[in-house]
């Protein structure tokens, strides 16, 4: 009984994590359309160094880029979204896609917010039957789900 109880509290305290992650994204989601301006995905690349990197580039002038170091993984995603191909197995992104669209859940929209400590963080807008809600998300799987999805991706001004 008492190995029932703590994955009991376990389980809780990881609703209750979700939830205040939730209410997270929800708050800095308060930020209006002038502060923030609309990006495309410019590129994908491997640095001379080894490392992956999502260049994003602002849709109006003046132009300007913002560069996000990204896993192999989620650089494999997005190229592969970019260039339309299917992954010869599913990706842990295209099982995100099939709970939404299970779901019939929608992706608005995709935000680029902040960054912490050289961290940056995002969010995914989704809609369903009226309701509207943000998730907290890295922004290289933010960045694949909206490129998939055809969801427009926000950057908070002082981000860029």
């Known amino acids: 009984m ?4 703590r994955r009991m509290i376990g389980s809780a305290a990881a609703v209750i994590l979700c939830l205040g992650w939730m209410s997270t994204a929800e708050a800095r989601t308060k930020t209006n359309r002038a502060s923030q301006q609309k990006v495309v995905v410019d590129d994908v ?3 001379a160094a080894g490392e992956f990197v ?5 849709d109006a002038e003046p132009v300007r880029y913002l560069p996000i170091w990204i896993g192999q993984r989620e650089a494999l995603a997005i190229r592969l979204r970019l260039e339309r191909q299917a992954p010869p197995r599913p990706l842990t992104l295209n099982l995100t896609e099939s709970i ?3 779901s ?3 992706l608005q929209s995709v935000l680029i917010d902040a ?6 963080l995002g969010e995914i807008r989704l809609r369903q ?8 998300a890295r922004p290289s799987d933010a960045i ?10 926000w950057v908070a001004k002082s981000v860029l």
């Open 144 to 153: 694949a789900l909206a490129l998939g999805q055809g969801a427009p991706i």
């Open 115 to 120: 960054v912490h400590g050289g961290v940056f």
């Open 100 to 102: 939404l669209k299970s």
């Open 2 to 5: 008492h190995l029932f109880v």
């Open 104 to 106: 019939k859940a929608k």
């Open 54 to 58: 999502v260049l994003l580039k602002t």
């Open 45 to 47: 690349f491997q640095t």
């Open 129 to 136: 039957k009226g309701r509207a809600w943000s998730l907290d």
